[in-house]
């Protein structure tokens, strides 16, 4: 099993930056890639960004590419989306996964969730 717990979700103006987090707990060989999702009210659920835990290889959405970087402290056992040139576009749910099997880029190929922290951006 694998715990997560994210935080660092809110309201910001377009434009602004905000830094989420993701506490992992549990069995490590459960999350070899990380990845952050988002889902925004009556939408589908949507790859925002994965990182390979050991090998720090990241990949990114095409939406926000360029703008969100993920990254992970192992010491921490903590995985982060820093999220810049916010738009209010990228209002949504913010959840945290650990990828089971199958593409990074799919919500299906992740085994374990953590709760979602809500970001908002206005304009």
């Known amino acids: 099993q694998v715990q997560l717990v994210e935080s660092g979700g809110g309201s910001v103006q377009a434009g602004d930056s905000l830094r989420l987090s993701c506490a992992a707990s549990?069995?490590?060989?459960?999350?070899?890639?990380m990845g952050w999702f988002r889902q925004a009210p009556g939408k589908e659920r949507e790859f925002v960004a994965a990182?390979?835990?050991?090998?720090?290889?990241?990949y990114y959405g095409d939406l926000v590419k360029g703008r969100f970087t993920i990254s992970r402290d192992n010491t921490k056992n903590t995985v982060y989306l820093q999220m810049n040139g916010l738009k209010p576009e990228d209002t949504a749910i913010y959840y945290c996964?650990?990828?089971?099997?199958?593409?990074?880029?799919?919500?299906?190929?992740?085994?374990?969730w953590g709760q979602g922290t809500q970001v908002t951006v206005s304009s």
């Open positions: 549990g069995r490590t060989s459960s999350r070899n890639v």
């Open positions: 996964a650990a990828h089971g099997s199958g593409n990074y880029y799919v919500a299906f190929s992740y085994a374990y």
């Open positions: 990182i390979n835990w050991w090998a720090g290889s990241a």
